[in-house]
């Protein structure tokens, strides 16, 4: 078993930043990537990036340029830089891990962000 906190969510004014964490944790496990996917009421959840065990990085269409993805393997946390944040980018965000060789995949509890003035 695999458990992720997340931690960072709040609210933020229009164009301001926030930076979101996911920390994993459990026994004997390896990552094989690790993101962020987020859900707004009544749309399906998106990916919002990931970031894989070779720091080859993916970002969705709506962040491309405002968010950027970072991951401190040594602690296997995983960190969301946002910027120029916008009333659409209020979701709530979740983590996730797919964990090598099964590619099992785990998700964090999620973290409410609220952009607006």
């Known amino acids: 078993q695999v458990q992720l906190v997340e931690s960072g969510g709040g609210l933020v004014q229009p164009g301001g930043s926030l930076r979101l964490s996911c920390a994993a944790s459990g026994r004997d496990f390896s990552i094989y990537d690790m993101g962020w996917h987020r859900q707004a009421p009544g749309n399906q959840r998106e990916l919002v990036a990931r970031?894989?065990?070779?720091?080859?990085?993916t970002y969705g269409n709506s962040v491309k340029g405002r968010v950027t993805i970072s991951r401190d393997k040594a602690k296997n946390t995983v960190y969301l830089q946002m910027n120029s944040l916008k009333a659409e980018d209020t979701a709530v965000y979740y983590c996730?891990?797919?964990?090598?060789?099964?590619?099992?995949?785990?998700w964090g509890q999620g973290t409410q962000v609220t952009v607006s003035s």
């Open positions: 996730n891990a797919r964990i090598s060789p099964t590619l099992a995949v785990y």
């Open positions: 970031i894989t065990s070779g720091d080859t990085t």
